[in-house]
């Protein structure tokens, strides 16, 4: 049974850094990829980072390109998001989820597994 738990957000002005964490269990190769998405209010959920559970290559989504990290610690079962030089436009609550897709697949429709979400919140 796959599991992923988020945690780390909150409230950060902007140019701030946040990082979220992801508590993912029951990965193996039927789900390689492991990726953050997030949902503003009034907008459609989206893809910001993936990343290939095995071997960790990763794909950012261009907003966020040299601004965010995505990483994970397989021994720990663990992903993370570090955020840096926020901007409001961040605002939005983040998801983590699981596929069976590969790691350039950014559909959140393609992912079948999902935590509860994290909000965050960047003030101007």
């Known amino acids: 049974q796959v599991q992923v738990a988020e945690s780390g957000g909150g409230l950060v002005q902007a140019g701030g850094s946040l990082t979220l964490s992801c508590a993912a269990s029951?990965?193996?190769?039927?789900?390689?990829?492991l990726g953050w998405f997030r949902q503003a209010p009034g907008k459609e959920r989206e893809f910001v980072a993936t990343?290939?559970?095995?071997?960790?290559?990763?794909y950012h989504r261009d907003s966020v390109r040299g601004r965010f990290t995505i990483s994970r610690d397989s021994a720990k079962n663990m992903a993370f998001l570090q955020m840096n030089s926020l901007k409001p436009e961040d605002t939005a609550v983040y998801y983590c989820?699981?596929?069976?897709?590969?790691?350039?697949?950014?559909?959140?429709?393609?992912?079948?597994?999902w935590g509860q979400g994290t909000q965050v919140t960047v003030s101007s």
């Open positions: 989820a699981a596929g069976r897709v590969d790691f350039w697949n950014t559909n959140p429709r393609q992912y079948a597994y």
């Open positions: 029951g990965l193996s190769s039927a789900t390689p990829t």
């Open positions: 990343i290939n559970w095995r071997v960790g290559r990763t």
